[in-house]
C-alpha cells in the first residue's frame, strides 16, 4: 500500500527565508503526489500537484515542488516565507488509476517569525 | 471556481445519538469520498463511494457508519450511535476522474459530549 511520510512535524522560518518542507513517498507503482494546506480552522486546499508530467510542480501562493523518483521525494520549497503561509501542510499521494484513497502524511505545521 | 460545500459547520451532539453530516460535491464530479481528522492528528480515509455504491473503506469505518447518496446532488455521512471518539473534523471530498486531484469542502466539526 502507498504511504507518505512527512519528515518534521513542526518547521520555523523567517519571513523571507526559504521554506522547505520534505516529503517521502512509498509505492508500488509510480504514484501521483499532493501537497494540500490548511489554514487555522478551514479545510484542505489544493497547494499543488504531481500526475506524471513535468517533474518540477508550481502551485499557488509561490510554493512549488519536485518528485524525484530515486529518492522518492516530493519536497516542497518556497523562495521567501510570508507571513501568511503559517498553516499545515500536508502531502498526499494516490494510485494513478482506479479508484483508490488518497493517503495522507501527518502533516507539518509550518510557522513564520517576523 | 465550483466547490465542495458541507454542512453544518459544527454539529455537536450527544453520546448515543445519530447525526447525519452533509456535502454536496462539485456537480460533474463522480466519485466521493468522506476523510476524517481528529484534533492534532493526520486526515485519516473512511470510505470512498462510486456509481452508487462504496469502492473502499477503512477498518475506521464500521458497521456504525454509512453513506448515502439519496438524490443527484447529496452526499452524507451517517453515524448511527455516536462515540466520544467520534469527535473531529469531517471532511468530503470528490474529483471528476480517477487521474484527478480530490476537492475538499471546509469540513464539518463533530463534538460528541
Known amino acids: 500500500a502507498q504511504s507518505v511520510t512527512q519528515l518534521g512535524s513542526h518547521v520555523s522560518v523567517s519571513e523571507g527565508a526559504l521554506v522547505l518542507l520534505r516529503c517521502n513517498y512509498s509505492?508500488?507503482?509510480?504514484?501521483?503526489l499532493f501537497w494540500y494546506v490548511q489554514y487555522p480552522n478551514q479545510g484542505l486546499q489544493l497547494l499543488l500537484k504531481?500526475?506524471?508530467?513535468?517533474?518540477l510542480v508550481k502551485g499557488i501562493n509561490g510554493f512549488e515542488a519536485e518528485f524525484k523518483k530515486s529518492e522518492t521525494s516530493f519536497h516542497l520549497t518556497k523562495p521567501s516565507a510570508h507571513m501568511s503561509d503559517a498553516a499545515e501542510y500536508f502531502c498526499?499521494?494516490?494510485?494513478?488509476?482506479?479508484?483508490?484513497?488518497?493517503?495522507f502524511g501527518k502533516g507539518t505545521r509550518l510557522s513564520v517569525i517576523a | 471556481e465550483p466547490e465542495v460545500t458541507q454542512t453544518p459547520s459544527h454539529q455537536v451532539t450527544q453520546m448515543g445519538q445519530e447525526v447525519i453530516l452533509r456535502c454536496v460535491p462539485i456537480?460533474?464530479?463522480?466519485?466521493f469520498y468522506w476523510y476524517r481528522q481528529i484534533l492534532g492528528q493526520k486526515v485519516e480515509f473512511l470510505v470512498s463511494?462510486?456509481?452508487?455504491?462504496?469502492?473502499?473503506k477503512s477498518e475506521i469505518f464500521d458497521d456504525q457508519f454509512s453513506v448515502e447518496r439519496p438524490d443527484g446532488s447529496n452526499f452524507t455521512l451517517k453515524i448511527r450511535s455516536t462515540k466520544l471518539e467520534d469527535s473531529a473534523m469531517y471532511f468530503c471530498?470528490?474529483?471528476?476522474?480517477?487521474?484527478?486531484?480530490?476537492?475538499f469542502g471546509n469540513g464539518t466539526r463533530l463534538t460528541v459530549t
Open positions: 471530498a470528490s474529483r471528476k476522474a480517477t487521474n484527478s486531484p480530490l476537492h
Open positions: 509505492s508500488s507503482v509510480p504514484p501521483y
Open positions: 504531481y500526475t506524471s508530467a513535468a517533474t
Open positions: 498526499a499521494v494516490i494510485l494513478p488509476s482506479g479508484n483508490t484513497p488518497l493517503v
Open positions: 456537480s460533474n464530479h463522480l466519485y
Open positions: 463511494f462510486y456509481n452508487n455504491e462504496i469502492s473502499e
